[in-house]
């Protein structure tokens, strides 16, 4: 995107999700992208992810970020900064990127009682979004866990639908 563009990208999120993978980034969807994959109906502006934080993912991360144009997200017009390996060991929380293809969110230590990827990514799933493109899809209750710890307004008002989300797939597995 040229400075003259808005920051405001059309929201193609397997764009985003596709190029993470092409780069070999290991992570997985969390938040409301998780929630629409699961069989939510409510809106999601951004892709939620949590990356693997080792040396390498992270440089594969970063190179998928620059094929991205990825800008830091502010209240104000997107920032650029160079986003490399190193940048992103730094990050202590969470990155809010502004991409050629919409947000991107990368939460390096989400809300919740789970801490880091690898405790998210035991009860995540592969799921085949299409095109050939499979991604690691948190457990709709850890998402679910995570929007409750955040205590964000928007979370709060999804909760008692995802909840009710999660009782369905539920009873469908069970077969009642």
């Given at each position: 995107m040229d400075a003259d563009d808005s920051h405001e990208a059309e929201f193609q999120p397997w764009r985003i999700l596709r190029t993470l993978e092409e780069e070999g980034v290991d992570f997985v969807v969390i938040g409301g992208l998780a929630a629409v994959l699961h069989g939510s109906t409510l809106p999601?502006?951004?892709?939620?992810?949590?990356?693997l934080r080792d040396e390498e993912n992270l440089d594969r991360l970063a190179r998928a970020l620059t094929r991205l144009g990825a800008r830091i997200r502010t209240s104000g017009e997107p920032v650029e900064a160079?986003?490399?390996?190193?940048?992103?060991?730094?990050?202590?929380?969470?990155?809010?990127?502004?991409?050629?293809?919409?947000?991107?969110d990368i939460a390096f230590d989400p809300a919740g009682p789970k801490t880091g990827f690898d405790e998210w990514n035991a009860d995540a799933v592969p799921v085949d979004?299409?095109?050939?493109?499979?991604?690691?899809?948190?457990?709709?209750?850890?998402?679910?866990?995570?929007?409750?710890?955040?205590?964000?307004?928007?979370?709060?008002?999804?909760?008692?639908?995802?909840?009710?989300?999660?009782?369905?797939?539920?009873?469908?597995?069970?077969?009642?």
């Open positions: 999601t502006q951004d892709v939620d992810i949590l990356p160079t986003i490399d390996g190193a940048f992103l060991q730094a990050m202590p929380t969470m990155l809010n990127l502004v991409t050629t293809y919409g947000d991107l979004i299409g095109e050939s493109l499979v991604v690691r899809l948190a457990a709709l209750s850890d998402v679910i866990r995570s929007k409750a710890a955040a205590s964000r307004p928007k979370d709060e008002r999804a909760l008692p639908y995802l909840e009710s989300l999660q009782d369905q797939i539920r009873a469908e597995e069970s077969g009642h």
